[in-house]
């Protein structure tokens, strides 16, 4: 197997896009095609990244090339980004780079993850998520009441609403990462975040990156410790007053012998979330599911009672 893969949204858009130019009307001799804004801030936006100096190895695709370049440019601005080496996952909200750090921040290799546009996002019913927590600015500061015209903008659901929401939920993800780095759970420690991407340790090597459990199936003896640091770092979470909310054997990476938890933009609050419980129940399903596939002994009730606490 390999840790490289493309995610499919992305072939069938290239497809779509292949179809539809096919099935443009003749135009006549002196017409003018006019560019769609979101093309033409793409263009600017790569011309600007090419100019700075920020060339990649990595060649992105025709859905890609505007948005990744300019997202990931910060980090380029910022002195901790050497290059794109390549794509390694797709995902619903994002997909995750492979990408060389500059000397300034070490060398070696870093994880970006960069979200993907508006267009191209598939998650859902997020709202079951946001309940109890605080909308974040670009600082990771909470919003208040009394910042009106953010408010308004989320109340009415513009698209400067949905660009703070957005924020929000990066901040989420990167703010969460930074405690439970700091704490010592087992997640890849944060670097620094952008408007649109975070920058992150990278879990894999120069050939591949780490596959998640839901590739693998580990032998027993490889899933008794794997299954007791999962465990330990749930009770370090809950612990923090925090629960995943979306854990699975898709979202632990496994390198060396180690698991890694990863993915945590729809963390959400013990206290403050009334959905709090449903989703750890759910969280703890699917994880003693596989490892009980694996031999471990372990069932879905019991592990909800050994961590869940009123």
């Not at 002196?30 to 100096?53: C, D």
């Not at 909200?93 to 000397?103: G, H």
Request: aromatic share 10%; net charge negative.
């Amino acid at each position: 197997m390999t840790g490289d893969w493309i995610h499919d949204d992305l072939d069938r858009y290239n497809e779509y896009e292949s179809a539809f130019e096919t099935r443009q009307p003749k135009r006549k001799a002196n017409h003018k095609a006019k560019i769609a804004p979101r093309a033409q801030l793409n263009t600017v936006a790569e011309v600007g990244a090419l100019e700075s100096g920020f060339n990649t190895t990595y060649k992105p695709g025709v859905f890609e090339e505007g948005w990744l370049l300019n997202s990931l440019k910060p980090f380029y601005d910022m002195g901790l980004l050497a290059d794109v080496l390549g794509r390694v996952k797709g995902g619903k909200e994002a997909n995750v780079y492979r990408c060389e750090a500059s000397e300034m921040a070490g060398s070696g290799l870093l994880a970006a993850k960069v979200y993907r546009p508006q267009m191209f996002r598939t998650m859902k019913n997020d709202h079951a998520y946001r309940e109890g927590r605080n909308i974040l600015n670009a600082n990771g500061s909470a919003l208040k009441n009394t910042d009106n015209r953010e408010m308004r903008a989320i109340g009415k659901k513009t698209d400067f609403g949905m660009e703070v929401m957005h924020t929000s939920w990066l901040m989420h993800e990167f703010k969460t990462l930074k405690s439970l780095y700091d704490a010592g759970a087992s997640v890849p420690k944060p670097i620094a975040s952008a408007p649109n991407g975070i920058l992150m340790s990278f879990c894999g090597d120069n050939h591949m990156s780490a596959p998640t459990l839901g590739e693998l199936r580990l032998d027993e003896d490889e899933a008794q410790p794997a299954y007791e640091e999962v465990v330990r770092n749930l009770r370090l979470m809950m612990g923090m007053g925090v629960i995943h909310g979306d854990l699975s054997p898709y979202n632990l990476l496994y390198w060396d012998e180690r698991v890694t938890l990863i993915d945590f933009p729809q963390v959400i609050s013990m206290q403050g979330n009334p959905n709090a419980r449903d989703l750890f129940r759910r969280d703890v399903t699917r994880i003693a599911d596989y490892f009980a596939a694996c031999g471990v002994d372990t069932d879905s009730q019991r592990l909800f009672d050994l961590l869940w606490v009123e």
